[in-house]
């Protein structure tokens, strides 16, 4: 903000000329650099000392993830006033009882006192679903107060998104149909929130199947391999940088997708994971979206094995949806486009 600020009286000292608007989108950018890195950067980057006994050492230690000290040491340390570190322990784990009172005088003090299990989950970015249990399962309920603000951003990002993007697609559009014949917009019955289904729009990167085909296709047709001989060569490019994903603007202004959430699956694919996996159909408690959790961190799932895994991501996400979590993802996102790492 500070540098914002220097900039910004250079420029008025010099009396360079310069667009109120982007003035105002810089001010915004950097107020809300400001707020994340001081809500959240002390948090990311403060010591944990992981006490030992039960799960607690499936934590992966190093950088700012340390063992704990005896209990003599860690005793002084919490009545040394010293308030920016945290506690990483098995709560489930059967401790001393002189362990168990520290536990409590640390989180009276304003120490942190963390369940492995949400380190654990936040080091691997993903949930563990094994076992998960009915109890587990209300731990997942998303930020309800958030999910409201968030559908308010969803709308005005498309308001502010559509009339740069509709010359987008008329260029597009033409390419596609150049290159191969068929229509330039591919429309699948996807499976959505609460789990209805929804009508979704892509720019087609692929020839498309004749009516014989398609009908024969079987579950793992439904998922494009990365080598798949169908994909055209401006499909090629529009895939890798995500703007074959582009018309699901209208998505998200009709109020069936986010910008971020877990990929919506194709019905076919979608009704079979629920019939396979537990608690697969949890993942449609949120609004699916253009790019997620799952997709910057695992990128495109070819394979009906990778499926398990993707679910991880997702019910991480659902876990811990936040401003914080949509704006990394959203750079991640910028990230793969920018460079193509990691797209499909």
């Known amino acids: 903000m500070l540098v914002f600020t220097g900039i910004l009286t250079l420029v008025s000292l010099l009396r360079v000329p310069y667009s109120g608007s982007y003035y105002a989108t810089g001010a915004a950018c950097a107020v809300m650099t400001s707020f994340l890195l001081a809500v959240y950067g002390r ?3 403060r010591p944990h000392v992981v006490v030992s006994g039960g799960r607690a050492m499936e934590i992966a230690l190093g950088g700012h993830f340390l063992a704990a000290p005896p209990l003599d040491d860690l005793e002084r340390l919490i009545e040394s006033g010293w308030r920016d570190w945290a506690i990483v322990a098995d709560l489930h784990y059967p401790h001393s009882e002189r362990g168990e009172r520290l536990f409590a005088k640390a989180a009276l003090a304003g120490i942190p006192v963390y369940h492995y299990r949400q380190i654990a989950e936040m080091q691997s970015g993903q949930v563990k679903i094994a076992h998960l249990s009915e109890n587990d399962l209300g731990s997942l309920l998303p930020n309800v107060s958030y ?3 968030k559908r308010f951003i969803d709308v005005i990002a498309a308001l502010a998104l559509i009339p740069f993007c509709l010359p987008l697609f008329a260029v597009l559009a033409i390419l596609i149909r150049l290159d191969s014949p068929g229509p330039a917009f591919f429309i699948q019955e996807r499976m959505g929130f609460r789990g209805e289904t929804f009508r979704m729009i892509k720019f087609r990167s692929m020839r498309p199947r004749d009516p014989v085909t398609e009908k024969l296709a079987g579950r793992d047709d439904a998922m494009t391999k990365n080598d798949d001989d169908r994909i055209t060569r401006i499909g090629r490019f529009i895939r890798k940088t995500r703007l074959d994903e582009l018309p699901q603007v209208l998505n998200v202004l009709r109020g069936e997708m986010s910008f971020i959430g877990p990929r919506p699956e194709a019905c076919s694919l979608s009704e079979w994971y ?5 608690f697969y159909s949890y ?5 699916p979206g253009i790019t997620g959790w799952a997709q910057v961190n695992q990128g495109h799932v070819t394979d009906v094995s990778d499926v398990l895994g993707k679910l991880r991501y997702d ?3 659902i876990k811990n949806i936040s401003l914080w979590l949509d704006v990394l993802i959203a750079l991640k ?4 486009i920018a460079t193509g790492i990691g797209a499909k």
Do not use: G, M
Not at 283 to 287: D, E, G, K, S, T
Not at 333 to 336: A, F, G, Q
């Open 43 to 45: 948090r990311l980057f």
């Open 315 to 317: 019910f991480y996400y």
């Open 147 to 149: 999910a409201s603000a």
């Open 274 to 278: 629920e019939a396979e996996l537990p």
């Open 333 to 336: 996102t910028l990230r793969v």
């Open 283 to 287: 993942r449609h408690i949120v609004r």
